[in-house]
């Protein structure tokens, strides 16, 4: 059994992330005039050379290195280097062409099939009210979708994508820089040739654009792997159903920058769907709460009602 200071770190941890990624738009758009396909490039790049200086700090190689002994684990990072990629392309290319709300409606969507993924995979249960508050959120979620009139891809592919990352993540036999260091790893090298490339025709940025680009793209690796973490470890720790319904905070985030900040239309059926799905949250987090609060006056209360840990990885 996991120690409840195991399980507090890994919500607090997955709470981070969520926030950290809800106002990264405001870094990428710093970075609009470059390419979607360039840029994640160079997360990847910056990616891996922080992880790897991590590693050599922390005498980390005899982990890193155990990945490569099984096939399974190979076949597990491999899958999420592609899932990472895909999402990340996808996440700046929404960000950077003015479809923020869309994104969000596709991190809006992560909890719910992180969800089903949980009880299908895992074998997670959930009580009452939590299925309460997910059929709340859906509701909310299709609003989003019959008001965007057509069918929503951005937000569908980071759903699809992300929530399956979550899962691999958590089934993975090893820890959160290792493992991330090799997903990256997996990318460096299409990465390196695609940039190569682009320098050798003169079209890149790095080295061609000012240095506060310059250094915002070699920043790219920082704002990369530091929620990214966080987000590993969290994944490990604490329930998929509770890990996923954490991450309506960094869509709500999105959603907030958008309208408010990049003045992306709003209609009243958005509004009714952002509403639905903050209820759906209080629900949830009123339950954990009231569930923790009779295990409290019974005398047997463990935070790990709290915190959604009745199921250890």
């Given at each position: 059994?996991?120690?409840?200071?195991?399980?507090?770190?890994?919500?607090?941890?997955?709470?981070?992330?969520?926030?950290?990624?809800?106002?990264?738009?405001?870094?990428?758009?710093?970075?609009?005039?470059?390419?979607?396909?360039?840029?994640?490039?160079?997360?990847?790049?910056?990616?891996?050379?922080?992880?790897?200086?991590?590693?050599?700090?922390?005498?980390?190689?005899?982990?890193?290195?155990?990945?490569?002994?099984?096939?399974?684990?190979?076949?597990?990072?491999?899958?999420?280097?592609?899932?990472?990629?895909?999402?990340?392309?996808?996440?700046?290319?929404?960000?950077?062409?003015?479809?923020?709300?869309?994104?969000?409606?596709?991190?809006?969507?992560?909890?719910?099939?992180?969800?089903?993924?949980?009880?299908?995979?895992?074998?997670?249960?959930?009580?009452?009210?939590?299925?309460?508050?997910?059929?709340?959120?859906?509701?909310?979620?299709?609003?989003?979708?019959?008001?965007?009139?057509?069918?929503?891809?951005?937000?569908?592919?980071?759903?699809?994508?992300?929530?399956?990352?979550?899962?691999?993540?958590?089934?993975?036999?090893?820890?959160?820089?290792?493992?991330?260091?090799?997903?990256?790893?997996?990318?460096?090298?299409?990465?390196?040739?695609?940039?190569?490339?682009?320098?050798?025709?003169?079209?890149?940025?790095?080295?061609?654009?000012?240095?506060?680009?310059?250094?915002?793209?070699?920043?790219?690796?920082?704002?990369?792997?530091?929620?990214?973490?966080?987000?590993?470890?969290?994944?490990?720790?604490?329930?998929?159903a509770t890990f996923g319904l954490l991450q309506f905070i960094s869509p709500s985030c999105l959603f907030l920058l958008g309208v408010f900040l990049y003045h992306e239309p709003f209609s009243k059926g958005m509004a009714t769907s952002f509403g639905l799905i903050w209820l759906s949250l209080s629900i949830y987090i009123i339950d954990m709460l009231l569930q923790g609060r009779s295990k409290l006056t019974r005398g047997g209360?463990?935070?790990?009602?709290?915190?959604?840990?009745?199921?250890?990885?």
């Amino acid at each position: 059994m996991q120690s409840y200071s195991e399980h507090s770190k890994g919500f607090f941890s997955a709470l981070f992330s969520s926030l950290f990624w809800g106002i990264t738009p405001l870094y990428w758009k710093a970075l609009q005039s470059i390419g979607a396909m360039e840029l994640l490039a160079h997360r990847v790049i910056w990616s891996v050379l922080i992880l790897g200086l991590l590693i050599f700090l922390q005498q980390n190689w005899r982990a890193t290195s155990k990945i490569f002994s099984s096939q399974k684990s190979m076949c597990i990072f491999s899958c999420c280097a592609f899932l990472i990629a895909t999402s990340w392309y996808i996440f700046i290319w929404g960000v950077n062409h003015n479809r923020m709300i869309e994104t969000s409606l596709g991190f809006f969507m992560v909890p719910l099939i992180s969800v089903l993924l949980g009880f299908l995979f895992l074998k997670e249960r959930l009580r009452r009210w939590q299925v309460v508050s997910i059929f709340i959120a859906t509701l909310g979620v299709m609003i989003r979708i019959f008001e965007f009139g057509q069918f929503p891809w951005v937000a569908l592919i980071l759903a699809v994508t992300f929530a399956f990352y979550g899962l691999m993540r958590k089934i993975a036999p090893f820890e959160s820089i290792p493992g991330l260091m090799l997903e990256t790893a997996f990318l460096a090298i299409p990465a390196l040739f695609y940039l190569v490339y682009l320098n050798w025709n003169g079209i890149g940025s790095l080295g061609h654009s000012s240095w506060s680009i310059t250094l915002l793209l070699i920043g790219s690796g920082f704002i990369t792997t530091l929620p990214m973490l966080a987000y590993a470890y969290g994944a490990k720790r604490i329930k998929l159903a509770t890990f996923g319904l954490l991450q309506f905070i960094s869509p709500s985030c999105l959603f907030l920058l958008g309208v408010f900040l990049y003045h992306e239309p709003f209609s009243k059926g958005m509004a009714t769907s952002f509403g639905l799905i903050w209820l759906s949250l209080s629900i949830y987090i009123i339950d954990m709460l009231l569930q923790g609060r009779s295990k409290l006056t019974r005398g047997g209360f463990s935070w790990k009602t709290l915190y959604g840990t009745d199921t250890v990885s």
